[in-house]
């Protein structure tokens, strides 16, 4: 393992580069890197280990320039060293990009990145715990992040001496089709709720839906926005300030550059980080083929109506209507029939001794409330705290407060 240390005011960081298996159950075959970085201050090394998983999948971990750049970090640092991993395919790890296509066939490349999952992600954490020499540590989930965490206590919970989640505990087994369908009713509740907040955005949306459909809506880079790329908006409306970001958006005047530059920002699900939109549904996949589960699950009364808008849902034609995705569609529909393994073993979580806290969020729009719950009632030692207080971004938004709350029900220092 390669180390190197720097430092910004008032921190000391750690970066960590480690060769690790594509595949884990080939460990002489193709390596890939593996990149963290452990943020610390100065004078902690006595201080133990929470690891930071990313929510995504498909998103590097946060870059820390200071304390005050992540929210919840200043809290972390009091009790821990926090390691903020690059998980594989993302950032400084070796990146998923057009490049593993070339020389590859659609079902080649979807085989290769069968092993980008939490299942991987969990291994790869554990090779960094034996490289650095570290017996325990304990973990922080952010969404998909959560349900890595959960994966890890489902197959390392040896190795972890707490667990938090926030706004990622996954339902288990076959029940991906009853999740979408969930999702989907909950964001028809929240963009009624958005029009009648801003009644004039509904039809500001409506005519920019018409221009959709007459492929008149357009980006600064000349591509075009059908329908339901723009209904993706809705992702906004999952996390607290994004209605905000969305009337500002619509406020603008659709001639303007600015309205042009403005959409291509809040577009969800980009060339940036691929594995987001190629690998999305398949994060929920327990044991099974997901076949396009939110376009299957979409109700005919959104299929109907533009300005009921989407969330966190995948659909098919994403992967002809961006360019940058359009190089993945073939391997996208690969991987829409492929048999997932088990992620999750029932039978260890309800026997998992690991103490932890999990934030469920009450109006979560991407993981919802119920099937969090059903999951965490498996952990005998897991406090869930159901809070409406915070939107699926409140690690973000809640910073210190979350982490902190987090952290005492985990120790026993309070009561849910």
């Known amino acids: 393992m390669q180390r190197s240390t720097w430092t910004v005011p008032g921190l000391e960081l750690t970066d960590l580069t480690l060769d690790v298996p594509l595949d884990h159950d080939r460990p002489g075959g193709e390596q890939i890197s593996l990149f963290a970085r452990i943020v610390a201050e100065p004078g902690a090394d006595d201080k133990p280990y929470l690891v930071y998983l990313q929510g995504g999948p498909g998103s590097e971990a946060p870059r820390v320039g200071s304390i005050g750049a992540v929210p919840w970090l200043a809290r972390a640092l009091r009790e821990h060293r926090v390691i903020m991993l690059d998980q594989r395919g993302t950032g400084r790890s070796t990146p998923v990009g057009p490049q593993i296509l070339e020389g590859r066939s659609a079902r080649e490349a979807a085989e290769y990145l069968t092993h980008f999952r939490a299942d991987a992600i969990a291994r790869d954490a554990e090779l960094l715990r034996e490289a650095l020499g570290v017996e325990k540590w304990s973990l922080l989930g952010q969404s998909f992040g959560g349900f890595t965490t959960l994966r890890y206590l489902s197959a390392h919970g040896e190795s972890v001496e707490k667990a938090l989640f926030t706004g990622g505990i996954p339902a288990l087994g076959q029940q991906l089709d009853d999740v979408y369908t969930t999702t989907w009713r909950g964001m028809i509740a929240r963009s009624e709720r958005y029009w009648a907040r801003f009644p004039g955005d509904r039809d500001r949306f409506r005519a920019l839906a018409d221009r959709a459909e007459a492929g008149q809506l357009r980006l600064p880079d000349g591509q075009r926005v059908g329908v339901e790329r723009l209904r993706r908006l809705g992702l906004m409306l999952g996390g607290t300030g994004g209605a905000e970001r969305l009337h500002h958006l619509l406020e603008l005047d659709p001639e303007a550059p600015a309205f042009a530059h403005d959409l291509a920002a809040a577009l969800p699900f980009s060339g940036r980080n691929p594995i987001y939109a190629v690998l999305h549904e398949s994060?929920?996949?327990?044991?099974?083929?997901?076949?396009?589960?939110?376009?299957?699950t979409k109700p005919r009364d959104v299929a109907e109506d533009p300005t009921l808008l989407g969330g966190e849902h995948v659909h098919r034609d994403l992967f002809t209507e961006d360019p940058e995705l359009a190089v993945w569609a073939e391997v996208a529909d690969v991987l829409a029939e492929h048999e997932w393994p088990r992620l999750y073993d029932e039978e260890a979580l309800r026997g998992c001794e690991v103490p932890g806290a999990a934030a469920v969020y009450y109006d979560d729009a991407y993981v919802p409330r119920e099937f969090s719950l059903a999951t965490a009632a498996l952990l005998p030692r897991?406090?869930?705290?159901?809070?409406?207080?915070?939107?699926?971004?409140?690690?973000?938004?809640?910073?210190?407060?979350?982490?902190?709350h987090l952290l005492d029900l985990a120790a026993g220092r309070r009561e849910a």
């Not at 994060?283 to 299957?296: E, K, L, N, Q, V």
């Not at 897991?382 to 407060?401: D, K, V």
């Open 283 to 296: 994060c929920w996949a327990d044991g099974f083929a997901t076949r396009w589960a939110a376009d299957r």
């Open 382 to 404: 897991l406090t869930p705290w159901i809070t409406s207080e915070y939107e699926h971004n409140g690690l973000r938004h809640g910073g210190a407060h979350v982490v902190g």
